[in-house]
Nanobody, 122 residues
């Protein structure tokens, strides 16, 4: 069984910073792409940033230059450094990972964390 556990959300003033972490655990053979999504109240979930196993990244236009995604493959962990936060960044942030797990055989699946609230006050 594979789990993703997020941490690091909270309340911050506009212009401040937060760092989100997401650690994968369980019977993991390999982790492919990892990413962060967010869902604001009343809106659809959207991709914020993603990173491949090789370290290639892509970002939503709304966060380019302010957010940085990184990963530590030895720790099966992905991070999201969020700087210059704006009230419109307020949302529940979800970690996502494409993981090949082991359960008698190898199988690939898409996993989600439970979500962490980020609130940016003006």
């Amino acid at each position: 069984q594979v789990q993703l556990v997020e941490s690091g959300g909270g309340l911050v003033q506009a212009g401040g910073s937060l760092r989100l972490s997401c650690a994968a655990s369980g019977s993991i053979f390999s982790i492919n792409a990892m990413g962060w999504y967010r869902q604001a109240r009343g809106k659809q979930r959207e991709l914020v940033a993603a990173i491949t196993s090789g370290g290639s990244t892509n970002y939503a236009d709304s966060v380019k230059g302010r957010f940085t995604i990184s990963r530590d493959n030895a720790k099966n962990t992905v991070y999201l450094q969020m700087n210059s936060l704006k009230p419109e960044d307020t949302a529940v942030y979800y970690c996502n990972a494409d993981i090949t797990a082991v359960a008698g055989t190898l199988y690939e699946n898409d996993y989600w964390g439970q979500g962490t609230q980020v609130t940016v006050s003006s």
